[in-house]
Each structure stands twice: as structure tokens, then as C-alpha cells.
């Protein structure tokens, strides 16, 4: 069953800037690095932290609880062989789709 989140032009965030949504019981990041979406769980696969204040150095966030960094560009591997969780992101028009389907 797909599950859409849609988020409309005007609650989309400025170049460099991310904001936390909720949809059901997931939290989602999406963040806007350069003018690319990404989206991810906010959950930290190591240990649970939230994600939404991990400092971003380019495509890479790090966790603020333990530090692991995941790439926003590359599906978010990280260290360890953990990934955080991205989602795919769709476009309408602006509207902006995020896809929490389980793959
Ligand atoms: S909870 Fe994120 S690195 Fe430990």
C-alpha cells in the first residue's frame, strides 16, 4: 500500500535549511541541501536519537548523540554498515511527495 506524504510549496524548506514532519507514526527530515531534496527518518538507525539537530557538512549529517555521519546523496549509508532511512521524493507541480512506503 503506498503511503504519500504530500508537502506543499509554502511548508517546504529554504535552500540549507530542514523541517520535521510527522505522518502517522513516523517523523520524517527533509532537507534541502543546494537546492536538492533529501528526505530520511529522523530515528538514527544506531541508536534511535533524533536527526533533526545533526549538524550538516555538505550531503553529510551527523548524528548529534554519538556523531555517525550518513550521506544525504548516497542513500544515506553510514558507518558501521548501518543506513539511516531515506525515502524517495516525487514531484507535482511544487507540491512535494515523499513515498513512506516499506520497500
Ligand atoms: S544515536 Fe545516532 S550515532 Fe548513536
Redesign the pocket.
Known sequence: MKRLLEIPADRLPVEGQRVLLRHEEKSVLLFNVAGTFHAIDDS?P????SLFAGKLHGTFLQ?P????RFNLDEGCPGAMGIKAKAYPINWQGEVCIVDLSES
Open positions: 538514527c544506531h541508536s534511535g536519537a548524528c548523540a554519538h556523531g555517525l
